[in-house]
């Protein structure tokens, strides 16, 4: 039986959710267009639409694994551009103000710290390698 439901799907939003939502809704659909009201350029960029940019993030071990999911070797991508595992515990401390620094400890979970335009810019990369012959974009880059 075949998994396809429908020949179209339209997801508003290219940034994290939307890449997401797309490489998850492209075995269904013949055809997955993303419409992104930003123009994306082929590099590491701020923008506009995602204000947030600009301020550190770390992909907690949940997210990194759907991602994985959705698109494999997502995580080694990362890496590969730049993105710093951290352990949790033990490269980054958790201080609480009754108890004070808290004793370091080897959970086995690890963040991937990069700024979220390279975050954002390895998935597109990943999607449009990926996807290509589903994926279209309104000021996709060229
Ligand atoms: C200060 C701050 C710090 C954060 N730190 C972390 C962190 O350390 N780790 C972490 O995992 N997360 C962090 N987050 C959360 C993370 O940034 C968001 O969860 C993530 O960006 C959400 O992605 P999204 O694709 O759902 O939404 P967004 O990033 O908001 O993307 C929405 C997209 O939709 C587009 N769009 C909007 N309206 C339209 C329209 N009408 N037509 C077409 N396109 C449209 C926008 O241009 C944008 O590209 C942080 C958030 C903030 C605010």
Known sequence: MSNVFGRRAVVVGG???GLSV???????FEQVDVLERDRLTASVESRSGTAQDRHPHGLLAGGLKALGEIF???ERDLAGAGAV??????DARFER???GL??????????????????EFVL?????C??????????WPA
């Open 22 to 28: 797309a490489g998850a809704l492209a075995g269904y």
């Open 15 to 17: 940034g994290i959710g």
């Open 124 to 128: 597109r990369r990943r999607a449009m």
């Open 97 to 99: 103000a009754d108890v």
């Open 72 to 74: 494999p070797g997502f």
């Open 130 to 139: 990926r996807l290509p012959w589903s994926m279209s974009a309104h000021h």
């Open 102 to 119: 808290l004793p370091r400890r080897d959970f086995g979970i690890s963040i991937l710290c990069a700024s979220r335009p390279l975050i």
């Open 85 to 90: 595992p951290v352990g949790l515990a033990q």
